[in-house]
């Protein structure tokens, strides 16, 4: 069973900084991509950024230049640095990966989510 579970959520003044981690446990053979998505309250689900297993990085025009993205292969985590926060970031942060389990499947998997809350 692979599980990711995020942490780093909270409450941030605007302009202010937070880091979120996600790590991957389980069964893993091989994790592809990782990524950050995000959901305001009344407002669909919306990506925010990605990294591939080869190191690769693709953020959303609204966080371009705030955020990083990053991994780290050898503890199966993906981190986002989210700086300059503004209060439309505040959202419930979700990890997203895609992940090859030791019987060889591969499969799309969430985090639970992580709060966010830009606010003064």
């Known amino acids: 069973q692979v599980q990711l579970v995020e942490s780093g959520g909270g409450l941030v003044q605007p302009g202010g900084s937070l880091r979120l981690s996600c790590a991957a446990s389980?069964?893993?053979?091989?994790?592809?991509?990782m990524g950050w998505y995000r959901q305001a309250p009344g407002k669909q689900r919306e990506w925010v950024a990605r990294v591939t297993n080869g190191g690769s990085t693709n953020y959303a025009d609204s966080v371009k230049g705030r955020f990083t993205i990053s991994r780290d292969d050898a503890k199966n985590t993906v981190n986002l640095q989210m700086n300059s926060l503004r209060p439309e970031d505040t959202a419930v942060y979700y990890c997203?990966?895609?992940?090859?389990?030791?019987?060889?499947?591969?499969?799309?998997?969430w985090g639970q989510g992580t709060q966010v809350t830009v606010s003064s």
């Open positions: 997203n990966a895609d992940i090859r389990s030791a019987n060889l499947q591969t499969n799309n998997y």
């Open positions: 389980g069964s893993i053979r091989i994790i592809y991509d």
